[in-house]
């Protein structure tokens, strides 16, 4: 079986960062995401679950945790398969 989305976001963040995160883990706020993070992120999420981010889905409160960055992603898959 493979990892949930979150349990890949977490384990790339933790990677990236150095730091445990959690699914909580206020990305943010706390300063763990900066701009190169974010970039790195970004990319992360495209080629890892093959998905097309829009300018408008870079804002802070889906970027807020890898709770919020998941369901993002799950909502992108999902209308990609239906634009399909």
Do not use: H
């Amino acid at each position: 079986m493979s990892a949930s989305i979150q349990e890949q976001l977490v384990e790339f963040l933790n990677s990236v960062t150095g730091q445990t995160i959690t699914d909580s883990t206020e990305l943010i706020d706390s300063g763990l995401l900066d701009s190169l993070t974010m970039m790195d992120l970004l990319v992360f999420v495209e080629s890892d679950f093959d998905v097309r981010l829009d300018f408008q889905d870079i804002r802070p409160d889906l970027f807020k945790n890898p709770a919020t960055i998941s369901l993002l992603i799950t909502e992108r898959q999902a209308e990609q398969k239906k634009a399909a």
